[in-house]
């Protein structure tokens, strides 16, 4: 596994190594706190005031896990958070500030990843915070120049975005953007499903892709979603769609079809329908994040719409 964080930290692992990796994270406690120490110090570099090159802090990242002992790592990583604000890490979820500091240096991007199973909370240099939801990546600026705040997301994340008359906070998204001055609403966006949501908690957002020249503005407690290629508005209680960055996920009266495809995202499991009627069934519930795909399929499973299987690694939930 070494092998495969030094990979990961340095750019080069390739997809089916990453979702191993991951998954062993999601196994092995001492190993999913290697993981959390290293994404932090990953971050720290990324934005440190230091004027060292990406390439440089990549090959050190590499050798850093090849020749350098536990003692030796702590060490280093207290001396280094001189540069950054101070780091909490809990149980589930990685907790760091993204700080900016003065210099004529061009900006860059520091690419922050939420692995399989975990939240990882950013505080950005303008004030604005940021959940990211499980296998989901922010990339973010150094420095917000100009007359836009812009970060991309490839997932889910809960955002609070400081009042900024002037500077626009925009999240980019491989469908749409989300353009704000100051609110808090949540954006789920992963690049491999078919499944765009903004979900509005506080102020007014604006969804716009300008390809297709489509601009929707919803209010709080109204949600937009992508529904046969084209945005949706619908009214919804807008507080069940962030209780997962406290580590509860929501469903309300949401089709079966729904539910099972933001468990793919959130776990690693694969689900084959045989029973395509159960994908219509509504369902309402509550789940702690902590329980398992088959564990929350269970509980769905008493109310007799469907019987299902686990294959023998766990991996594949047939719906029968």
Same mark, same amino acid.
């Given at each position: 596994?070494?092998? *495969?964080?030094? $990979? ?10 990453? !979702?191993?990796?991951? =998954? ?6 001492? *190993?999913?706190? #290697?993981?959390?120490?290293? &994404?932090? *110090? $990953?971050?720290?570099?990324?934005? =440190? ?19 350098? =002992?536990?003692?030796?790592? /702590? ?10 604000? +101070?780091?909490? @890490? ?14 004529? !240096? ?21 004030? %604005?915070? @940021? ?17 836009? /705040? ?9 955002? #609070? ?9 925009? +999240?980019?998204?491989? /469908? ?23 979900? *509005? ?12 020249? #489509? ?32 580590? @509860?996920?929501?469903?309300? %009266? ?14 690693? @499991?694969?689900?084959?329908? &045989? ?35 686990? %294959? ?7 719906? !029968?």
């Amino acid at each position: 596994m070494q092998t *495969l964080l030094a $990979k990961y930290f340095s750019g080069e692992i390739n997809e089916p190594d990453k !979702r191993r990796l991951f =998954s062993e994270i999601e196994k092995d406690p001492a *190993l999913k706190d #290697e993981f959390i120490r290293m &994404q932090n *110090l $990953k971050g720290l570099m990324a934005v =440190s005031a230091t004027n060292t090159p990406n390439e440089w802090t990549e090959r050190k990242l590499t050798s850093f896990y090849a020749c350098i =002992s536990r003692q030796k790592r /702590r060490r280093f990583l207290l001396s280094f958070a001189r540069y950054a604000a +101070v780091i909490a @890490v809990a149980v589930l979820s990685t907790f760091f500030t993204v700080d900016y500091f003065n210099g004529d !240096r061009e900006t860059t991007v520091c690419t922050i990843e939420a692995p399989l199973g975990q939240r990882v909370f950013v505080t950005l240099n303008d004030g %604005s915070t @940021v959940w990211l939801n499980s296998r989901s990546k922010l990339q973010v600026p150094q420095r917000f120049d100009g007359k836009k /705040r812009k970060v991309h997301l490839d997932g889910e994340a809960y955002f #609070e975005v400081k009042e900024n008359n002037k500077k626009p906070f925009i +999240v980019e998204t491989s /469908r749409y953007d989300v353009r704000v001055l100051g609110t808090k609403f949540n954006v789920l966006n992963y690049s491999e499903m078919a499944v765009f949501e903004t979900t *509005l908690m506080e102020g007014a957002v604006e969804i716009v892709n300008t390809r297709k020249k #489509e601009r929707v503005t919803i209010a709080p407690n109204e949600q937009v979603c992508l529904v046969d290629n084209r945005l949706q508005k619908n009214a919804i209680n807008s507080q069940d769609y962030s209780t997962w960055k406290n580590g @509860v996920l929501t469903f309300d %009266s949401e089709p079966f079809s729904k539910i099972i495809q933001k468990l793919e995202l959130y776990y690693d @499991v694969k689900f084959i329908i &045989q029973n395509t009627q159960a994908l219509n069934v509504v369902y309402t519930g509550k789940f702690n994040a902590l329980n398992s795909a088959e564990n929350i399929i269970n509980i769905i499973h008493q109310t007799n719409k469907f019987n299902y299987r686990v %294959s023998s690694d766990n991996k594949i939930i047939y719906i !029968r």
